[in-house]
């Protein structure tokens, strides 16, 4: 039995969920429409607002006007929606008609480029052929391994500090997903490129998270420093990431990089100019490592969070790893993970903790969709060219589906309860063709370093370490780095 089957298992109650958001949706439906700024609202529409505090003013609007929303961002209209079956409705039978390309992707391939992230319509096809093979099943047993070894690999790191009051949990855990991508994507753990990645990649997630919140004004002096900046910064980072090809190039393993050169994709650009062709497989790079390394790492950041505050959950899933280490005394992890589905029970707590970490704190908490053509979504119309915004934050927490919605509570998940939720009540991955494709290497990670780490010590935070704060930007990150205190649990 293979990984697939493992996350496949865990999450059939999934499969099977009933909807039961039944209620009749009224024929014609009118959005709400929550009061602009007072002073610049006519020009700016809901922008000041968003800039403001773009997560807490879209949960407030919610709880206020309700799951159909109409908001203003400048000149462009975009319907917040939370209700399910219309958001099953766009992401997934009407996926054509609501592609990716809104102003909001358009700035995200601004600074990554066209990949299979943000591409849309043949193009993306193609590129998706492409990446698939990456994370067909067959590579997982792969894919295991190398989990298991970098997460060990952290056990060594945190062993070697002299001081295992201050545990630079967030740090080690950045390090172990970028590492984990490189070596299962590029066939390296990028070796000496590993700092650099790190840094020039949280600047390129600002650099990101500026464009997204600029209204573009053009001629305004700050705006054209702004972009000088922006602009040196992608150097740098496409700089780099043209290093990363060129080591990949003389890797003997199938990697990403040798797919693209190989692809016919790749030829066709090469014959109309060389110089696109490589900035072609530039942002190819760039997506991967964007939308495969921050996500992760944010997870594993909130759920380490979270098992410090619950230290009662922390018994309970180190009892499930007792259990799980007598059934399989040697290579635990790599074994378990095979034999599944026989032993599901003794994944079940972490499953559940790890789900409700990702319901209270997705990291992809907000993107968008834009109609190509004029529809009616369940009594909605949206007219071409208009967006929709669609939040599995504010799904996650809206009241109508979730009992005490701010309360962390992994029960939610267990299977009778799970079969209950309408899927798009609860979609940290997204939904529809355009699901997240590294859903099952990022349920790894998260398996295998809790297994390793949990297994091994006691959590605390750290002295002075509070429970994280949210920065909610391009995805929810925590607002600080967090440290822990370790304790070794005698064997
Ligand atoms: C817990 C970790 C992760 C979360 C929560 C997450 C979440 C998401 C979400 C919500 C989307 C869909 C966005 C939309 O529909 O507009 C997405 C797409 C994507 N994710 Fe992830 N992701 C995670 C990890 C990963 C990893 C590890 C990789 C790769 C190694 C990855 C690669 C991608 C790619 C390439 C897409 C675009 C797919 C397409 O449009 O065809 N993600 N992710």
Redesign the pocket.
Known sequence: MNYTNLIHNLQSSNFKRSNISAETTPPHITPARPPKDKIWGSLSGHILQLKKDRLNFLYDSMLSYGEVIEMWVGPKKTYVITCPDMLEEILKQKAKNFP?NTPGYKKVSDVIGDG??TEVGEK?KQI?KIVNPFFNPKNFDFYTQVVNHKAQDVIAQIEELPDKEQVPISRLINTFTLKV?GES?FGQDFGPHQDRIEKEFASLVDLTEKKLTQLDIPLNPLQWWENKKFNSSLNAIDELIQEIIDSSKSNQKKNFVSAFLKSELYADIAKSSKKEANQFLIAQIK??VF??HE??AN?LSWITNFLCVEQEHQTKIRDDLTKLRQTYPENTFELATKSFPSQDILWRSMYEFASES?RMR???WS?GRIAIEDDNIKGLDIKSGETVTIS?YLCHHDPKRWDSPLKFDPSRFRPEAEKRLHPLSYF???AGP??????Q??WMEIMGLMYHLFSKYQLKFARGQSPLEMSPQISLRPASDLYISVKKIPD
């Open positions: 990716k299979v992230f993306w998706r991508l994507m997506t991967m939308a495969g996500t992760t997870v990702m997705p990291p992809a993107f599995p940290p991955f997204g355009r699901i997240c494709i590294g859903k290497l990022a």
